[in-house]
Nanobody
Framework: QVQLVESGGGLVQPGGSLRLSCAASGGIFSIGTMGWYRQAAGKRDLVAAVTSVGSTNYADSVKGRFTASRDNAKNTVYLQMNSLKPEDTAVYYC???????????????WGQGTQVTVAS
């Protein structure tokens, strides 16, 4: 089965940095867009997305502070978060559109979520 495993969340002071990682595994033929969402008060919003050729898209609230990247050889997407603010506090979820090897169907998968808390 396809799995997305995240790591790198935690507690950081305002102005600090964190790097999130998300590795996809399990019966993968190909991966399309990979991205990060966050959920703070019920609604899950897009933070950043990276296409298979490296094009990126960011939420306005994180532009200039966050950088999304991916390593296709490792099926891994990263989110470098700098100049963190208290309002960045949320559970961050990895997301990927994956073509499964067993049935050759595209589907969307989610990681389990990792907590990011920005507080002094």
């Amino acid at each position: 089965q396809v799995q997305l495993v995240e790591s790198g969340g935690g507690l950081v002071q305002p102005g600090g940095s964190l790097r999130l990682s998300c590795a996809a595994s399990g019966g993968i033929f190909s991966i399309g867009t990979m991205g990060w969402y966050r959920q703070a008060a019920g609604k899950r919003d897009l933070v950043a997305a990276v296409t298979s050729v490296g094009s990126t898209n960011y939420a306005d609230s994180v532009k200039g502070r966050f950088t999304a990247s991916r390593d296709n050889a490792k099926n891994t997407v990263y989110l470098q978060m700098n100049s963190l603010k208290p309002e960045d506090t949320a559970v961050y979820y990895c997301n990927a559109v994956i073509l499964r090897r067993d049935n050759m169907k595209w589907d969307t998968y989610w990681g389990q979520g990792t907590q990011v808390t920005v507080a002094s």
